[in-house]
């Protein structure tokens, strides 16, 4: 079983409203990445982090930030939520060179 | 929210039948290959890898082949069953010269009919 945890499984949150999405891994690995997929469709990714103090922008524009103060936290925060915001965030560890360990994802709708 | 990017091909399988998933990756340099498996309500979940130094390699019911020439990856998955109703996604990473960073293939969505 994976161990890396993603909370909430669903959020539905209001517009307007800061939310966070939260991500921790127990396996010690210095990789860390969000993915953001809409229902049936790619994984784009959206941050990513080789380290603690390290964080970079992803492929897909995001209006959301990330943090990585300790190695096994990566949380993701949007200071004002959009409906266009809604979507599944997806929190993945690990080496691309032994692959990614991946948590069940943060379902959000923003209304 | 606002959709990015194509709907995922979708494949039809009668149980017991064998099933193949194919993959075009767009980066020569690629030096490593994943696939994954994705359930419905969960992430991606590792099936198999290979390495570019390989043409083939077998799992458990489950074979990948590449070929670089034309930059194709296949997934074969022997007697396919229900459980293996998901959505497959390949994935290309140029390890030894980037930094490290996994590009998705769009998946394909496997229905397996019983």
């Known amino acids: 079983e994976a161990d890396i945890y993603q909370t909430p499984r669903y959020l539905v949150i209001g517009t307007g409203k800061k939310i966070t999405l939260e991500c921790s891994q127990t396996m010690g690995h210095d990789k860390m990445y969000w993915y953001q997929q809409d229902p049936g469709m790619e994984l784009h990714l959206i941050h990513y982090?080789?380290?603690?103090?390290?964080?970079e922008k992803g492929d897909l524009s995001s209006e959301s930030t990330v943090s990585r103060i300790r190695t096994e936290h990566f949380p993701l925060t949007l200071e004002s939520a959009r409906p266009s915001h809604t979507s599944q965030y997806l929190c993945a560890s690990g080496s691309g060179l032994y692959g990614y360990t991946f948590g069940s994802g943060t379902r959000l709708t923003v209304v | 929210g606002e959709s990015v990017g194509l709907h995922l091909p979708t494949l039809s399988v009668q149980e017991g039948d064998n099933s193949i998933i194919n993959c075009a990756y767009s980066?020569?340099?690629?030096?490593?290959f994943i696939w994954y498996k994705q359930e419905s309500g969960k992430g991606p979940q590792f099936i198999i890898d290979i390495r570019s130094n390989m043409d083939k390699r077998q799992g458990q019911r489950v074979t990948v082949l590449l070929n670089k020439t034309v930059k194709h990856l296949s997934l074969q998955i022997a007697a396919t069953q229900p459980g293996d109703s998901a959505v497959y996604f390949c994935?290309?990473?140029?390890?030894?010269?980037?930094?490290?960073?996994?590009?998705f293939g769009p998946g394909t969505s496997l229905s397996v009919i019983p």
């Open positions: 994935a290309e990473n140029e390890y030894e010269t980037s930094y490290d960073k996994v590009i």
């Open positions: 982090s080789y380290g603690v103090n390290s964080t």
């Open positions: 980066n020569s340099a690629s030096d490593y």
